[in-house]
């Protein structure tokens, strides 16, 4: 597995797995934590790009 620093292609997955990852919380508290936001804000994608790292293995992710 190589890291690389994550684009603005790659915001839904974070997304999806940041929501993933607090779930058992957003069901204990009838909301999801404050990492997670109920809507994605306009400035996420370009908060994210370039700053979180992601996991690829080499596999096609479709």
């Known amino acids: 597995m190589t890291m690389r620093l994550a684009s603005p292609d790659d915001l839904k997955t974070i997304a999806t797995l940041t929501a993933a990852a607090y779930l058992l919380y957003t069901h204990l508290f009838g909301?999801?934590?404050?990492?997670?936001?109920s809507t994605v804000p306009s400035d996420f994608r370009e908060r994210v790009a370039g700053r979180a790292h992601i996991g690829q293995d080499g596999r096609s992710s479709t």
Do not use: F, G, L, R
């Open 31 to 37: 909301a999801p934590p404050i990492p997670v936001p």
